[in-house]
């Protein structure tokens, strides 16, 4: 008897779940993918034959290591780093660095699945691969994060290079960090060579990089309204976050006349009933990025008020853009956000709706697209910074923007492709199945590598 999609995913997910014990996170992320990939796999003979899923969910390996570094006392303090080199069949390992108490190996696994799918989806030649430390960067002084990425990169450096892997930024990791780590990488190697991309513009990064997944993230958005024939002007949008990706979605909404009615923090949410002015976002840019404060201290002026503890899914809006983290949007939120009538989501975190979440949304015929393609933009710049580096060039910010407009507008032309029949483009289902493909193909011709 032949076995049905659903069954094979099941028992997919209890091998899977057995083997890799306590790391929920990674096991969330291989059941949504596995669950849109069941039925095409089940026909590919050759592929199972030489294990190709079960590949594609083994990292190739997993560092973990010690960080050791003095805080301002003079007292050492030690911390733990990973590196999740996941998958280096499409291109050298690719994908950021996280520096949060909260992280474990299971996240980094995510992370290092998520980022694979996604660079495949580029169209780039990059693996995927994700990493950082169980380090706080919010109490500490800046010697202290300087040091501390020194003793980082201490031990990363040995594992990272141009052709091998490039690391970058994420949650805790902007520029600033990444120009320390990269300072401390040509010491070290007494190399100049593009093994970091986020570099400032003046040392070897790329003109547009540190708006890229914002502004990709938007204009993947403008793709799925163009496909309602809607446009972003007016619309209400709540965003979550008030990084790098929530600031600069909300710096390329506004310059498009939508109507940003919120940033978030691990405090609270901010609202602006009228929606965002361009000066705004720039006192809120100097509030989070220079002086580094929470947005509970934040003066809004009268049209914003703080919303203690709680995240911006209560706001009636007509958009939503999670930007700040994973599962930071739950089955409660999903169903109040349809009650309040949204009109579809576009993420720009990875894997910010838990799974019942997204089932919420699917069920409601909602469109949600999930990170994996419409957060692509920052690592897709990433990939040009990568080019540039290796020619010794600098494009021009136009250049850039011109080419992350193109691939964005490809990896949604393929989420389209791939989407199963039905009467919303199912967004999530899209991307897996474009992104597994391309992954699972190239697996299968390297056999057993
Ligand atoms: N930086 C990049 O180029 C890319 C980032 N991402 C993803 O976007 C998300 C945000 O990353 P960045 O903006 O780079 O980081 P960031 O460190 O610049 O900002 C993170 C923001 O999220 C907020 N935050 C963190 N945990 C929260 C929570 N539990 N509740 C509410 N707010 C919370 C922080 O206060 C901060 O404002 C992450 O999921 C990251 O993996 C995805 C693609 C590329
Ligand atoms: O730019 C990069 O290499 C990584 C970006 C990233 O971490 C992500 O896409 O989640």
Redesign the pocket.
């Known amino acids: 008897m032949t076995q049905s999609a659903s069954d094979f995913q099941k028992d997919f997910q209890s091998q899977l779940e057995e083997k890799t014990p306590n790391e929920p996170e990674f096991h969330q992320a291989v059941e949504e993918v596995v669950g849109s990939i069941a039925g095409w796999y089940l026909d590919q003979t050759e592929m199972r034959k030489n294990a190709v899923l079960e590949r594609c969910t083994e990292p190739d390996r997993v560092l973990q290591f010690r960080v050791a570094w003095e805080d301002d006392d003079q007292q050492i303090q030690v911390n733990r780093g990973w590196r999740i080199q996941f998958n280096q069949s499409m291109g050298p390992y690719k994908g ?1 660095l996280r520096f949060a108490p909260t992280v474990s190996t299971s996240i980094f696994k995510f992370l290092g699945f998520e980022q694979t799918l996604k660079n495949s989806l580029t169209g780039l030649p990059m693996g995927g691969a994700k990493g950082g430390a169980d380090f706080s960067p919010k109490d500490k002084s800046p010697q202290e994060i300087g040091r501390f990425c020194q003793a980082f990169m201490q031990e990363l450096y040995r594992h990272i290079g141009p052709d091998t892997d490039v690391p970058a ?4 990791v ?1 520029r600033r960090e990444i120009s320390i780590l990269f300072g401390h990488y040509i010491k070290l190697t007494q190399k100049w060579t593009g093994a970091l991309t986020g570099k400032g513009c003046h040392f070897g990064g790329s003109a547009g990089r540190t708006e890229a ?1 914002g502004y990709g993230c938007i204009y993947f958005l403008g793709h799925m309204l163009d496909q309602e024939n809607k446009e972003i002007k007016d619309k209400r949008i709540a965003i ?7 600031l600069h979605a909300a710096r390329k909404a506004i310059e498009l006349e939508g109507k940003v009615i919120s940033l ?3 405090s609270g949410t901010m609202h602006f009933a009228d929606g965002m002015t361009n000066d705004l976002l720039d006192q809120v840019d100097d509030w ?1 990025n220079n002086q580094r404060k929470s947005l509970s201290e934040f003066d809004g002026g009268k049209n914003a008020d703080f919303l203690e503890d709680q995240n911006p899914w209560g706001l009636e809006c007509d958009i939503a853009l999670p ?4 599962n ?1 949007l739950d089955e409660q939120d999903a169903k109040r956000l349809v009650e309040n009538k949204v009109m579809m989501l576009c993420d ?3 894997m910010p709706l838990t799974a019942k979440a997204q089932e919420v949304f699917i069920n409601a015929n909602v469109p949600h697209a999930p ?1 994996k393609a419409s ?1 692509a933009g ?2 897709a710049v990433s990939g040009l910074e990568q080019s540039q580096n290796a020619q010794r060039l600098s494009w021009d910010t136009e250049n850039v923007d011109k080419r992350l407009r193109e691939i964005m507008s490809k990896i949604h032309k393929d989420c389209i492709e791939n989407s199963p029949d039905g009467k919303i483009i199912n967004y999530r289902d899209g991307a897996n199945l474009a992104s597994f493909k391309r992954v699972a193909e190239t697996m299968n011709a390297f056999w057993l590598s």
Request: with cysteine; glycine share 30%; net charge negative.
């Open positions: 950021g930024g994420d949650i805790g902007g997944t979550s976050g008030a990084g790098n990706v929530a978030s923090d691990s989070k930007c700040a983290t994973q930071e720009g975190a990875n990170g957060n920052g690592v």
